[in-house]
């Protein structure tokens, strides 16, 4: 193999190759993402179907003086490599010193921090009129995958372009997948533009505008050279549509085109049971499991992904299964959302899936179609809470978004199987629009021994009192019958000392909601711990470190976020002066403000742990967890010192 | 005329007729529209293109076992008419009692509460999808006119519709016209269908896989019905183009076609200074003059309108003195928050505008592309605050929405002249991302008489106090040196009695953030009052109410939202036992529970006061305030209770 790569520290180097040159640099690149996605994972799919066009980008461009904007940017690892930040990707004790997508504060080739789809041609065309109103003369380019081009900002993006009348390139990178399959009608007419080589008159780019030229084999450095030459400098928005091997030099990707290849873990495991148990696919496999036993009696009963199947636990085998009870509407949240509403209002149960951080393009929908609505329908939100994860993926902001949103009912389980009885409710007898917050990995921790399953007999007892209350109890598995019955001992010392009295035993379905009402689990005096969802495992170990000291807590499961239980919370102020709440996520706008609040006027003081209002990259959890006093140890030292005072 | 309209009790009546007798039909409604509007005002010229189509769809279509979802919705009055409730518009006694939008609560033929652009394709492609997973055969109809087609969602759910394999039929309503001019590239192409009458190969719905028919004069009932009578009970996914005249019967706007076509005032006053002094125009329009006269001197400061021009006091004389300098990038707020970032990033200084509850629309990409980008952006939101809007545009949900966005800094105004200040310093100095909440009645009708004028001198003393501390003071008129003059002697007074130190003044710039203090604008003790923005007013209302009761009150100004100004807080501890906020929006999620938060852990009482989470319908302002206990009287009766307490 030659050794052309060693010797690029940025375009300039680069630019003095032959063009012949260039493909065997695209050999050496190619053999240097494979052997990091082996060490490292990472989005190797399309970052190898990326290589000659991402070559031939900087070949022809002028960067950083010309501005290259990567959609989503999780393709842009030959972009780093080609400008300054090749030993990130080739030199193993550098691995990791890039991070996944750009990042200005890395180099000057980048302009944005990305991770969410569809943006690019926005962001191309403010990049571009900003040039054209100071009298620049630079390139501005945006690279699109066909899989975002579904995003509905895309389209607004592609809309604005022809009318901007200057320079904007849009290079459509089309490699015929999403991260799963592509989704749409649209798909069809490009593929007829890859089959008459571009010359259909039927060009969905064309009717928006925009110039266009395709390039059929878009791994080929000359061609896309030549290509990018011709439109270098012009005075109009064009699209170079270039036709590219999505994985291209990743055998078995290249031959079964999986999803697997989107995302390249160091030890392989694709759409199988993964080495070391992972919450989301655990409780999403647990959810799925339990939806498709229905699918028969349920005709109108569907699960809906917006392209993230696979992180979800809904493998290829259970959509195979599943058959017109799931969709995939391709990565488009507002869509699915709003869908997911219209399947509701016409007598279907739709349980629409996906992470807590590409909820956020649906906000509007959820407040407006969704919960104003009031649509039977059901959101599964994925990893929701503070994570280690880069900073386009944080989860941390999942409770303040659908918290706040009026008329949603919020659930936050804290263990699988009561995760299945609220997903059984909200998909039955609730008849509202619902978000189950899917439990994480500290949930997922506790119910494979450690402290916490005890605690899930407790929780268990609030359905079968919920039974006498006319809801129906929904027994999941054999042994509830069983966990309730030792939740009746527990239950008999939680609500003995007088915190609920009978009658608020009575009435723990508030408006038909079984989950309105908190669950005292364990029951002390002076200080009272709410852990919500995630956060209820260290509520507990708070609590046990309390012990230590000679206090015992009083310990709350919550259940959910969206209501105040004024009840639960008046009969605290009797042998408490202390409530602590605990959730995994950001303070503000989140949960713990609101039992704050609600106790402002009275002597109870009230201390609040959570996340920062930060967005944090890649920063490890025990990190996170030590900044934002998220530890046993450190919750126990403000109770006993909040008691001193 | 004819007296057909009175014997319309719902779409049996309408069967009766002949087709013959429709377009007298037509012209009845027509009449009654302009009569209603005339009194009532309303969404006059969608309406009135839509008579024929909407009888001719009513005639044709079996509602409500067909569904009819009209985009928006703002365009049913005649279908609202034609189903039961006619008299709600053609009877003076009982104007007003249909609701300007679809609404289930009202009538069965309504399937959605709908007021944002662009969703009607995805809730009709839930529908068909519910109906076939069930095995219905009734028709899903929606209704969507051009601009709402630019809108993100739609374009998501065009996509989708071809792949669900059944009967979905879209009424595309084209007038050539958004709320004011349609924009982008799309434009062009569907200009070319209707001069080729449907017959141009380039065609964005075929190009989506969708079948298509166009008709030509979309007024006219005949064609209209035998268009609508082709497609029903297809068994795919049709696109049915209609040519229509906006406004047609109302002369004027006939003519000019205008964007005061839109919504008709009862007392038209088309894009002039309005009758009744309104918030929205007056700050926008004082907001607009200021950056115009910059424009000269910088190249790179541009306003951008997702469609919401008129609204937010940019009049069609400013965009004509504009130019370049503004944009319209049609009714898009994704795209336009990213258009924003990637102005911003160029070099350029964006300032875009629009309504609180159009935000929702760029929740994502406000926190992704905006915030978290750190590009120096300002956000102008208009209407934020509870109001007695219908449901759909509530703007009670702008400082959860903001406020809690990482790396976003969030000013409220209290006055006109401090609104130009933070303008001037978010497209200054700020180099950061601002969103400014612009101020509404309540800070208007302060400023024109009342008690509130006074404190306006005080809070422009910060900004001279930050000019010492390297910020610019930017005067923005001739009395700016007077009131800091004024100010010197009220600051002495307030921050005499120990509240806060000199140390603290020569830090009221954080981070280069002149607005990161609160100014306290009124010396007390035992009780601080503090009114965030429109709710500063009420403050000083409250505090007026408690020196009736021989309590001297603290009031503060804390000029934002995004972070807690802990030393002020602090210093309060010193002589008062309860803190008040008062907030013009929903409290959970919102503000004051954060300064309930940071008291916590103390003996302080937080009293918080603002809007319940609930999103409400035409419910009277007056009636909103008593409900949430926003007077001065309820807030001063809660203080004493508390300092009893």
Redesign the interface.
Known sequence: MSDLLAHIDGPDDLKRLYVVQLPALADEIRAALLRYCAAKGGHIGSNLGMVEATIALHYVFDSPRD?IIFDVSHQSYVHKMLTGRRRAFTDETRFGSATGFTN?DESDHD??????TG?SV???????????????TNN?VAVIGDGSL????A?????????LNGNLIIVFNDNEMSIAEN???????LAELRKTNGTS????F?????DYRYVADGNDTSALVEAFEDVKDCDH?TVVHIHTVKGLGLDAAEEGRVESNHWHNPMPAPDAAPAKPNARKTYGGMAMDALAARFDAE??L?VISPATPGSNGITRQWRAAAG??Y?D??I?E??AV???????????T?VLATSATFF??A???I???FA??NVPGTLLVFSGGISGAD??HSGA?DV??F??V??LTCLAPTSGEEMLRMLAWATGDARRPVAIRMPGEAVLAGERGGSYPRFVAATAESTDVQADDGVAAKADNGKAGEAAAAAVEMTGRSRGVGEVSVDDIAATSVDGDPWARYTITRSGSQVAILGLGNAYPLAEEAAAALDDAGVRATVIDPHQYSTIDAATLDSLRERHTVVVTVEDG?????W???I??Y?????M????FGAR???TDRIPLDVLRKRYRLTAGDIAD?VLS?LR?
């Open positions: 501005r200005p302009s944005f921090v990305l991770g969410h943006t926005s962001l191309a065309c403010g990049m571009a009129k900003a040039r054209d109103l100071t009298g620049g501005v579904s995003s509905a900002v389209f607004e993006g592609l809309n604005e372009a022809a009318e989704h749409g009608g649209m798909y069809a007419g008159p039927h060009n969905l064309r009717d928006m505008g925009l928005a005709p109108g569907v017109r009870h969709i509407t391709g488009t507002e869509h709003t869908f997911a509403a219209g399947i509701a209002r016409a007598g279907g739709p956020q393009r906000y509007d929908e407040h407006q179609e104003l609505n900073n386009t902001g303040m978004m918290g706040n009026p008329g950001q303070l503000e706008g989140g713990g403000g609101k704050a609040s106790y402002g006027d009275s002597p003081r009230v201390l609040n209002k930060e967005v403000a909040a005072g």
